[in-house]
Structure formats: C-alpha cells, structure tokens
C-alpha cells in the first residue's frame, strides 16, 4: 500500500526517546486585562528522523503552539505552561540565555513568509553565517566557507556570488532556500516549518518540500510541519495532529487519519478538501458534500447537471486581448520597458458556465480579469459582452454595463469599506445607479442577506465584526445587487480556511444554478478548479497554453506547463506519495521584455472537442 | 445554509448609526492613553480661559499706569505689571485669545486645502501627483519660520496677514499627510469594488476614502494647531506679530526679554503659559495617535 | 547610482530656481514703493527716483528678474542697503557661527536621542518609557526661546556660570562659554524630536518578520537590537532627522537673539525690519543653498545604509 522511496530504513522507531514530547502544553494571551487560553493542555511527541503534521484552521492555535516551543513569544503577555522536554530537558524551565542556545542550534524555526523574513539591510551570507558565528564559534573565514557549503546543499545556483547579496534581489523561492539554509547551518535535532509554503507558487512549493525532505535524510532531523494544507500532510507527514481551537483533536499516522478518521471535525475537514482526480468520470462541477464538524452528518448532495446555457450565444467573447504596462526609468522617466501581463489571450464564456483561468503568480490572471471589467485598460483586443465591446463603451456606457458583470475579489478583510454598515454597502450600488429608492433598497438588500445565508438583521453591522467567509459572502450579496450576468471571482476564496471555501464554493454554485450566472473563476489551486469548473484554461507569462472541457485538461494534459503544474500540486490521500523527482530550481522567467520586443505568433492546435494546445517544441 | 457565527471575539451589539460608531470609536481611543484626557482637559481650561477673558481680568490689558510699572507679582496684580504698568494677568488672557484664534484659523484653513490637495494628488497620481508633491516638498524642506517670518514682513503684520502666512507654510505638512493614506486606501479592494460597482471618482474620493483618512488628519491637524500657536508666538517675538498695543504672548515676552535683569517674571509667565498650552496639544494629539495606529490596523 | 545622484542634483537646481523665483517675488509683492518706504514721508521726488535707479527698481520687471538670477548665480547678491556692505560679504562673515550652533546642536540631540528612544523602545510601557516619551513630548513643545530664556535666567542671570552674551573671544574655554547654553537650548528640543522618532522606528522594526527570525537563530538580544534593528531603524531616523534641520535653522534664529550670539538670525531680523531687500533676497539664497545641501546629504545617506536604494 505504501509508497516510500525504496531504499529506506523505516522512519519512526517506537523504542527510542523521542526528540521532542510535549505534554499538557498550554498558552494563554494577556489582551485588554484578560487571560485569554489560546493552546489548550495538548500533547504530542515527535520520535527520531519523524516528520509530524501540525493541521488546522486559523485561530487553532498551531503556530502559537510552535513559537511556545520557541519560547518566543513576548514574555510581557503571554504564560505557557506544562512540559517541552527536548531529548528529555525541560525547555520551560530554562532560563532565556540557556533557550538562546538552544533555538538556531538544536530546534531551529522557518517561517511563512519569505520576503520580509530576512533583514533587507544585511547580507545573505552575514546572516547564514550568524548562527554558526553565535553557537559554533567559528572565525568569520570559517563561517564563511561553512556557510557556502550550506548554500550548496540548498541547491542556490551561483553560491558563492550570492554570499554578498542582499536578500531584495532574490525570489520568494529563493529566500525561503536561505531560510532553510540558515536554520540547518548548526545541524539541528529538529526543525519547525510554520507554513513555509503557503505564500509559494505550488511549483516552488513542490520543490521546496522536495528539499525539505531530502535535507531530512541527509541529516537526519525531525521535522515538525505546520500547515492547512491537508495534500501537503499527505506527502510529507508520517503522523499528523489535528488542532481545533487550541484542543488536539486527533492524532494519528498520516495513512490511518487520512483511511479512517474518528473524530467528526477531522472528517468535516477531509470532506472539504478537494482531491484532484476525484471527478473523474463526472461530466459537471459538483458540490462539496459538508460534514457537519459537531454531528458527523453528511450532506447529501444530489447530481445535478451542468447549468451551462451553451446553445445561446456567449455571454462573454474575448479576442486578442493584450494588456500591458510601462516601466519607466532613467533621469527622465523614459519608458525603458513593458511588463507583458496579457498576450493575445482569446476565449469565450457562455451563460450558467465556469472558466477555471489558472496559473502561478505573475501569469497575467488577475490582470486578464480586470482588462475585461477595465479596471485596467487594456492596449488592444476587443471584449464583446452580450454581444457589445466593452473596451468601446464611453463612461454613461461603461457605468451601465458594469452593472451586469461584477467582481469578487481575493481579501475579504479589504474588499469592504471598514467605515460603512454592510447594509450601506450592499444598498449603495442600486441607489447610485438609481435602481431603488432608499427605503426600497432596504428590502433588497435583506432579500440578498438571506440568498447569501446570513441574516438580514445583520445589516447595520461593520464589517470588522464579521470572519473572512462571512465577509466573502458579504461581498457576493453586493456584487449581486445588480443582478450581473457575469462574475469574475479573482481568487475569491483563496484566502479561506478549507471548510468556509467548501461553503462559499457550494454557495456560489447554488447561485449559477439559480440565476444563470457565468464565472470567470480565477484562481492557482488547481484542486479547486477541478470541483468548480465546465472548462479550464491554462496561462503562462500572459499567454493561454491550454483550454478545454474539465475532463480533458486534467485526465489528458497536453502543454508540458501544464502537465508540470499538475504533477505539483500535493494529493491529499497518504499512501499516495509521489516518486521524487530530481531537484530542479526553475525560477519563472520574466514577463519584462524591452520596448523593442515582438512577441512571436503562436499557433494553436485544436485536438477536438474545445480542447486546444499552444504550439510548443517537443 | 448559513456558516457558523463571527469567529473569535469580536461580536459587539449594532451600532444604530455610524455617528454613535465614530463617538465610541473616539472614547475608545482616549481611553487608551489617559495622558490625552489631560492634554484635553488642560486645553479645554485655556480656550475657557480666553473666551471669558473680558469676565476673569481683573485690568484692562491696554491701562497703562506709570506709577505701578514694573512691579513684581502683589495681591492686587497677581502676575505683577509690565513697563508700562499694565497687569501682566489681564494681558495674559487677552494674549490668550490672539494665540488661539490664530491658531485655530490657520490650522483649519491648511487642513481643508492641505487635504484635498494631498488626496487629489494621491488619487490621481502620475504626473499630477510628481509635480504636485514635489512643490510641496520644496516648501516643505524650506525652514518654515524663516519663510513664515518673510512673509508677514512682507505682508505687513496684521492678524489676516499672519493667519494667511501660517496657513500657507502648514500647507504642505497636511498634504502630505493626507497623500499617504489616500494612496493606501486607493490600492484597497473596496475600492476597486467601487469602481465596478460604477461610482463616481468623486463619490470615492468623498463617501470612500476620506472617512478613512480623516483620523490621521485630525490628529495631524492638533499637532499642527501646537505648532501654529508656537509660530504665532515666535513671531510675535521678533517684532512681527499682531501691533502693540494688542496683548501677544509672544509680544510680551519680547517686552519682557528687555526687561530681563531685573523683572524676570515678565518674560517668563507668558513663556510657562505658552509651553503648557503646546504641552497640551501634544498630548492630546500624540495620545490620539496612538491610539489610532492599532486600531486601524485591526478593523482594516 | 550616478543616475540617482544627477536625480538629485536636478531636484536640487530646480529648487533653487524656484525658490529664488519665490524670493523675486516676495521681496517684490509689498504694497508701496519701496524706495519710498526707505527714504521716508518727506523724500523729495528726485531723491527717490535716484534711489530706485540705483536700486535697480526701473527695470523692467523681466529685466530685474535676470540680472537678480544672474547677480546670484554670479556670486553677486548686491550690497545691503542698511550697511552698504556687499550681501555675500556680510552673509559669509556670520555663517560659520550659525553652522556651528545648529551642528553641535544636532550633535547633542543625536548622542542623547537615539540612546533614549533605542532604551524606551526596548522597555515599551513601562515605566521607562513613560518618562521617556512624557519628557520627550515636553522637550519639543518648548518654543526655542522659551528654552533659550529660562536657561538664560537660571545659568547666566541667576547663577553667572555663563556669560549673558555669547560671543566667543579667542581660547577653547571662551567659546565653551559661548556656545554651550545657546547648544543645550536647541539640543534639547532636539534630542526631544530624535527620541520621538528613534522610538517609533525601532518599534515599528522590532515588529518585523526578520527580527523574530534573528530570535529564532538564537542571537542575543543586544545584538538582536543594535545590529539587526537600528540599522533598519535608521532609514526613517535620517528621513526625520533631514526634515528637521529646517526646522532647527528656524529655531537657531530665535536661539541667537536670545543669547546675543552673532548669526544669520540676528541678519535676517535686521533685514526684515528695514527692508533690506538685497540682504533678505542673499538670505534666502543661502537658506535655500543650506536646505539643498542638506536633502543631498540625506539621500546620500540612505545610499550607505540601505541597500536598495543603491541599485536605484
């Protein structure tokens, strides 16, 4: 059943000490006067050479659990209590000179995100060396050549030029290399990985979590991997710990959580994950089925059929759409380049329908969604919506379309003016736009309330009083006041905890359903993608690779971009371990081309049935 | 199918209006740095001060009485008397209300004009915002006394003239300060929403992003308002303040200071006077900054 | 990096030329001749046209507006009409007085400053740093001559430990004496703004990823805050420190009345009050000289200490 890398001693050895045994670990946060407990009394362990799992939602009080281990957390507010015996030493009961000691030298710690994580004003190399400088007592000759050699087994081409380098001019990928380079460099027993991904493209993240591993077998450390990302803890864990509000829920090997879990949120929490390859054979987007995380009990969900309207005319017809924006540089701001965010991208979106568009950061996704609402005015390309060309329309024109193709955007916490009552926010639209009187926009808008699931008394709130899903589902009332015939959701649930995404995801395919609405769902996760979308359309630097029915993009993937971003994305199923690879440290090349720069014309292979490929070389 | 109820914490009762929001909002913010409460009260005591000054003298400011001049504090003149034998308490009121009035005028003035031209600046970016903030960046950079001090020679100094002259030199400092947020607003989703939505640039720039720039321009415009009192009194100072015999704080601490060796107390109260009113201000405003900062950040 | 520096020097001409504009314009705006205004209610006709012609008042107005830009660039900034001195003579004879109080006064808020906003930063709310920032606030609320008349009071008057009028007179210890109060005056208010802004920054810095990430290496703690967290620090520290020279120049002017102590201060009071056109017309020009001197040693010293700013 399992497949490990062949030639491997197994990875957990119940006999020893483990390296780490917390036990009855709890954190509380002083906030306004009150003690609040965010970790409460968990206990766990992790053995030799053991890869652990840390899973859960915001606010389940994992990373608070990793920087207790740390100890660093401001001693001011905070209390942490129980025992963190590292190799049988009580960690609490160490003085801060003592802990100093230990962390970057025998527990070491990377973090979520890469580009503010190391200081802009030194070098790479100073801070690498840093740690070998304070536990090794190395000269600063030896921490030099020691901290080249690290580089090295990081996989950062051209080391020893990097060494003097400041950390701006490197990628996100790049960094956390360094990051993991500096927390390595004393040979660590374990290591804590706080989502060191998650801010990655799932290229970078797949390698990234390639050199993690392999780092663990040479060196043979422990890792404990903190994430939300139920696939990534099926590739990497060997056992997983469920947290749920500052509780530890579950805790299992990764295989048996995965095959059976007992607990109902844990279940809740697999449901909504979507496994990629788990529609085959289905011809519609379907529903996530929801478990209830208190009962246990399982939605029912019927099959309905695809709601796309694909007899009637295309609702939208892009053609050629090229967008593109100036750098300017020089003493006297000359345009010395263009970013080309959008190339000659064609497609076509019908009524009741959903077009995945997908690619990593920088593709020109988000661009390509706000050309066509000309939020960003694009340089040329005609964007014929119900049979009209927007780019055409004069502001009176402009402003009346609008009203019927709206956007949901990315940040739930920044799509809605902090200074207006919801209520206000959703009414706004019709009364500008002289739809509704005031005192009838009131009615309206608790009917929206009540299409999105929340309740109309909830109108005359702030929006600061309300969580991330509930502001998502906030923003689609909006976007709906207007009753619009096309929305663009521009990674419109990426930043939600897995459960609430499965919610809004069935909320707005309820909606499609109900009032024929196309999307533009724009989004990188492709698990996603693959529960939502009729059909799917690959971009790469500004460009459209592939596009076609579901089906065929996933099962029978043509592009060789396209069969590298699927072969990435991490499967939530343990036991699925994929072979690795060899390590590659690709970085995405630049959409920033010189003014005189052409691009070449691409041609298109239509393989049947709307699946069509870009040209590429074999 | 509705989704749990608001996460962690912050469930509050509805506000019925966005009036009783911002007042709580306000009383919140005082009460997390007690030094703004004084500043306030102590600020509050000053303009009461002035207003009912004509009621609280005990001299006329302008009654010169040869006979008494010169005398340090008695029972009768409490802040004894000057060169001239006025009372130096009566002045000292009167002063009050120049000093304030001045102060305030100016500093609204600078804060609506200043405002707007930092957020139409901000908004509209490109080569309107360069040239823009780059003027103000020159006037910026230019010592502001000295600019002020020029001006009102030039301009002859009348009280106009010296409102005129301090409104003009806190320009910049409230464009600047109302370009920064507007940009950051401008970038923020809801805004883009607004523009789908199909608002008007206008109506954005109105009901959208000036409601979340205004608290820093507030605390901006109290700290600012410390600074147009002490220009007041620093041109006063040199001779270029409102005419004598018009009672200034600065006025009379120029008269003092020729006084210095023997009658001290004549430079000096006005001096105290004018130290605890900007005291004031400063806390005022430096405690509602900071209490500002994180709650932006937390409701944002 | 030369792209950034002729970037700069462009700004700076321009500023030049605008403010020098501004300057034609001012001096030029006041209502009444002021030949007239010079010479008094009882000038006789001829006396007043001779003095307009001598001042160049019956040119065209284009035709003073380049002879006045030329006259400045040239090095000519015409001759006072108070002293009948050449402008630049007068200027030059009293700058080094005026740059050595606001130095050493930067000096002084500098060496107190920073330590004391670095200390309450560390030690934020508590008792520390109550006092620092109460003290602070009081520091800058302070008008300069306020500060400069108390002192004046306490240490020359009251105690004669420094001489009332600060004019320096040959040995170290004479300008010690000279300097000292007048210097402790400004420096005072401006180690006040310097504490302000080194505790905000640093706070604003130990906030950062990268901090918590130096923490995690196991780094200690004073390290931690010198090395990693002011060197962030310093990039807002210079920004603040750069705006406030103009304000310290201000501040000197009133500083040197107050103590007597010879300066552009007392000048430029003098050329107000008589309306000294050329002498105020070659003050602005060396305010504005000072001020654009001062932006390019900022940004200079941004280049050393940040290094995106070098690939610029």
């Known amino acids: 059943m399992s497949t490990t890398a062949p030639a491997q001693l197994p990875t957990h050895l119940p006999a020893q000490l483990p390296i780490l045994a917390v036990r009855n670990l709890t954190t509380a946060f002083r906030v306004d006067d009150e003690w609040i407990t965010v970790v409460k009394g968990i206990s766990f362990e992790i053995g030799q050479r053991e890869t652990v799992a840390i899973v859960g939602e915001s606010g389940s009080g994992k990373s608070v659990t990793a920087l207790s281990i740390m100890g660093l957390l401001p001693a001011a507010n905070s209390r942490v209590s129980g025992e963190i015996l590292l190799d049988g030493r009580d960690l609490l009961k160490l003085s801060e000179n003592r802990m100093r000691h230990v962390r970057g030298n025998l527990i070491s710690m990377i973090f979520q995100e890469p580009m503010t994580s190391l200081n802009p004003v030194l070098t790479l190399g100073f801070q690498i060396a840093e740690a070998l400088i304070y536990h090794r007592g190395l000269d600063r000759a030896q921490a030099e050549a020691e901290t080249l050699r690290i580089l090295e087994r990081v996989r950062i081409p051209s080391a020893a030029s990097r060494l003097h380098e400041y950390p701006h001019r490197l990628s996100g990928g790049m960094r956390q290399r360094v990051m993991i380079a500096m927390a390595l460099a004393c040979k660590p027993k374990l290591l804590i990985a706080d989502e060191p991904t998650t801010a990655l493209d799932v290229t970078i993240q797949a390698e990234i979590l390639e050199l993690i591993k392999l780092l663990q077998d040479e060196e043979g450390m422990s890792v404990a991997f903190i994430t939300h990302d139920m696939g990534v803890v099926a590739e990497i864990a060997d056992r997983t710990v469920v947290m749920l509000n500052g509780n530890a829920v579950e805790q299992a090997p990764t295989a048996e959580l995965f095959a059976s879990p007992r607990e109902s949120y844990t279940r809740a929490l697999l449901a909504a994950v979507p496994r990629l390859g788990s529609m085959k054979g289905r011809s519609a987007p379907q529903r996530f089925a929801i478990v209830d995380p208190i009962t246990g009990a399982v939605e029912v969900v019927p099959d309905t059929g695809s709601t796309a309207a694909v007899t009637e005319r295309p609702v939208l017809e892009v053609a050629h759409l090229v967008t593109r924006f100036d750098i300017r540089s020089g003493v006297l701001s000359r345009v010395s380049s263009r970013v080309h965010a959008v190339e000659d991208i064609s497609f076509s979106l019908h009524a009741g329908e959903t077009l995945a568009l997908v690619g990593e950061s920088g593709c020109g996704k988000s661009t390509t969604g706000r050309s066509i609402l000309r939020l960003v005015e694009p340089d040329s390309g005609t964007v014929l919506f119900e049979g009209q060309d927007v780019r055409m329309l004069d502001r009176a024109g402009l402003r009346a379309a609008r009203q019927r193709m709206q956007m949901i955007f990315q940040d739930p916490f920044a799509s809605l003016n902090p200074r207006k009552t919801v209520g206000g926010a959703i009414a706004e639209p019709m009364i500008v736009h002289g739809l509704l009187s005031r005192a009838d926009a009131h009615e309206r808008v608790s009917e929206l309330l009540r299409r999105v699931g929340l309740s109309p008394d909830m109108a005359s709130r702030f929006p600061h009083e309300f969580s991330g899903g509930q502001r998502q589902r906030l923003c689609i009332a909006r976007a709906l006041a207007l009753a619009p015939k096309l929305l663009v959701a521009d990674e419109a649930v990426s930043a939600l905890d897995v459960s609430i995404k499965a919610q809004v995801i069935n909320l707005m395919m309820d909606l499609q359903a109900d009032m024929g609405l196309a999307y533009l769902f724009i989004s990188h996760d492709i698990a996603v993608v693959e529960r939502v979308s009729h059909r799917i359309a690959v971009m790469y630097l500004g460009e459209i690779v592939e596009i076609g029915p579901r089906a065929a993009i996933m099962e029978n993937p043509q592009h060789p971009y396209t069969k590298r971003l699927m072969a990435a994305v991490p499967v939530p199923e343990a036991g699925r371990r994929r072979l690795r690879r060899g390590l590659s440290t690709t970085e995405i090349p630049s959409p920033v081309h010189d003014t005189s720069y052409v691009p070449a014309p691409r041609l298109y292979r239509d393989i049947g049935q709307g699946h069509v490929v870009q040209a590429f070389d074999a | ?300 | 990096m030369t792209t950034f520096l002729i970037r700069r020097l462009a700004f700076a001409w321009v500023t030049l030329f605008a403010v020098l504009t501004l300057v034609f314009v001012l001096v030029r705006i006041v209502p009444g001749d002021p030949a007239q205004l010079i010479l008094g209610d009882q000038a006789s006709r001829e006396a007043i046209d001779a003095l307009r012609q001598r001042l160049g008042l019956d040119l065209p107005l284009f035709k003073q507006y380049t002879v006045f830009l030329l006259g400045a660039l040239r090095g000519d900034w015409g001759v006072s009409m108070v002293s009948g001195q050449p402008v630049i003579g007068e200027v030059l004879r009293v700058l080094p007085w005026t740059i050595e109080l606001t130095l050493v006064s930067l000096v002084i808020g500098i060496l107190l400053g920073v330590p004391a906003g670095v200390y309450a930063a560390i030690h934020r709310n508590r008792f520390v740093d109550y006092a620092v920032r109460i003290s602070s606030l009081l520091g800058l609320s302070f008008p300069p001559f306020v500060s400069a008349i108390i002192l004046l009071l306490v240490f020359a008057i009251a105690l004669p430990w420094f001489p009332v009028i600060s004019a320096r007179s040959g040995s170290a210890m004479a300008w010690y004496q000279s300097i000292t109060l007048p210097a402790i005056s400004l420096g005072l208010i401006s180690a006040a703004y310097v504490t302000r802004v080194t505790r905000s920054a640093m706070l604003e810095v130990l906030s950062e990823d990268y901090v918590r990430t130096a923490r995690a290496k196991g780094v200690p703690w004073n390290v931690v805050i010198w090395r990693h967290a002011l060197r962030n620090a310093l990039i807002p520290i210079i920004t603040v420190v750069g705006l406030y020279l103009g304000i310290l120049i201000g501040n000197s002017v009133l500083t040197e009345i107050v103590f007597s102590r010879p300066g552009l201060g007392k000048l430029l009071i003098g050329a107000l009050s008589q309306r000294d056109y050329p002498m105020l017309q070659g003050m602005m020009v060396i305010y504005t000289l000072i001020v654009v001197l001062v932006n390019l040693l900022t940004d200079l010293a941004y280049g050393f200490v940040d290094p995106r700013v070098k690939l610029k």
């Open chain 2, 1 to 300: 199918m509705s989704s749990a109820g608001p996460s962690r914490g912050a469930l509050r009762v509805a506000a019925p209006s966005p009036f009783a929001y911002f007042a709580s909002a306000t009383l919140k913010a005082f009460n997390t740095n007690k030094t703004s409460w004084i500043g306030l009260v102590v600020f509050l005591i000053v303009v009461a001060a002035a207003i009912l000054a004509p009621a609280l003298a005990p001299f006329d400011p302008n009654d010169q009485n040869i006979l008494e001049k010169l005398r340090a504090p008695t029972s009768e003149h409490w802040l004894g008397t000057d060169s001239f034998g006025r009372d130096t308490l009566s002045r000292l009121l009167y002063g009050a209300r120049i000093s304030l009035i001045i102060g305030v005028v100016s500093t609204l003035a600078a804060m609506v004009i200043g405002t707007a031209i930092g957020m139409l600046a901000g908004w509209h970016g490109g080569r309107l915002d360069t040239v823009t903030m780059q003027a103000m960046d020159v006037l910026l950079a230019f010592p502001s006394l000295i600019l002020g001090l020029i001006l009102v020679a030039m301009l002859g100094p009348s009280m106009v003239n010296i409102i005129i002259a301090i409104a003009l030199t806190s320009i910049p400092p409230f464009a600047r300060i109302a370009r920064a947020p507007t940009i950051a607003v401008k970038e923020r989703e809801f805004v883009d929403a607004g523009r789908t939505l199909g608002y008007s640039d206008t109506r954005l720039l109105v009901v959208h992003i000036l409601p979340n720039i205004l608290p820093e321009v507030l605390v901006m415009g109290s700290l600012w308002l410390a600074n147009a009192i002490r220009t007041e009194a620093s041109l006063a100072f040199v001779g270029l303040g409102v005419k004598p015999p018009t009672a200034t704080w600065g006025g009379m601490i120029r008269e003092g200071f020729e006084n210095i060796l023997d009658s001290y107390w004549l430079a000096l109260v006005p001096g105290v006077a004018i130290l605890i009113v900007i005291f004031a201000l400063n806390l005022l405003g430096d405690g509602l900054r900071d209490a500002i900062d994180p709650k932006l950040k937390g409701e944002a």
